[in-house]
Nanobody, 126 residues
Framework: HVQLVESGGGLVQPGGSLRLSCGTSGDTFSGRCVAWFRQAPGKEREGVASIYTGAGSTFYTDAVKGRFTISRDDVKNTLYLDMKALQVEDTAMYYC????????????????????WGRGTQVTVS
């Protein structure tokens, strides 16, 4: 049973940077499709970025392309989200997630098909 714990959120000024981390306990997520989602106040949760087995298998929502980088370290069982040039619009609770096993990581991510959610870490840009 995988449990996910996010860290690294906080308050940052516009234009600043943060690094979010997501660690696991229990089973590893090696070989799994994993992702970051976020939910701003009064808005639906949205997918931010996903990654399968390497840097070549990443996807970013248009709002964060060129500013955010998703990466993973399967030895440390850790998922990262490096965020730069943060904007007020990036303010949200950020969640890491293990995507449901299907034939296509990206398709499942875009459909929001998640097996395990983390509890979230708050990012406030102000």
């Amino acid at each position: 049973h995988v449990q996910l714990v996010e860290s690294g959120g906080g308050l940052v000024q516009p234009g600043g940077s943060l690094r979010l981390s997501c660690g696991t306990s229990g089973d590893t997520f090696s070989g799994r499709c994993v992702a970051w989602f976020r939910q701003a106040p009064g808005k639906e949760r949205e997918g931010v970025a996903s990654i399968y087995t390497g840097a070549g298998s990443t996807f970013y929502t248009d709002a964060v392309k060129g500013r955010f980088t998703i990466s993973r370290d399967d030895v440390k069982n850790t998922l990262y989200l490096d965020m730069k040039a943060l904007q007020v619009e990036d303010t949200a609770m950020y969640y890491c997630a293990v995507i449901r096993r299907t034939v296509d990581c990206l398709w499942s991510f875009l459909k929001g098909q998640v097996d395990v959610w983390g509890r979230g870490t708050q990012v406030t840009v102000s």
